[in-house]
């Protein structure tokens, strides 16, 4: 939908998690964390972490876990690229990788 000025962004299922006990971790606060969360579902979708996601990335087997359960995740959708700042991570990505300045700033031009 990129091209008709449409951008849907995603967020695992796993890091809405990571970021719930992060968030309340840091902030002392569970109601705060909880509306964090809330607020950030108010902008992105959720991409769901299936049995069939963990064998997959199981598979991969990429230095970094984590990224390969995102990156299968992704795929299921799928999605046009993946935003993170662990480019080399993706290295054998089949989905575009591009860095949070890199694709604000295609997004910009648009």
């Known amino acids: ?4 000025g449409y951008i849907y962004g995603y967020i695992s299922a796993s890091a ?9 971790k840091e902030l002392k606060s569970r109601n705060l964390a909880l509306g964090l969360i809330k607020n950030l579902l108010l902008t992105t979708r959720v991409a769901a972490v ?3 996601c963990i064998h997959e990335a199981l598979g991969l087997e990429w230095d970094d876990f984590e990224d390969s359960v995102q990156y299968i995740s992704g795929l299921s959708i799928p999605v046009s690229y993946i935003i993170t700042r662990n480019l080399n991570d993706y290295a054998n990505s089949q989905i575009g990788v591009l860095t949070p300045n ?8 648009k």
Request: net charge positive; no cysteine.
């Open 1 to 4: 939908m990129f091209e008709k």
């Open 16 to 24: 809405i998690t990571d970021i719930h006990y992060i968030a309340k």
């Open 50 to 52: 299936t049995g069939e």
């Open 102 to 109: 890199r694709f604000l700033g295609q997004i910009i031009r």
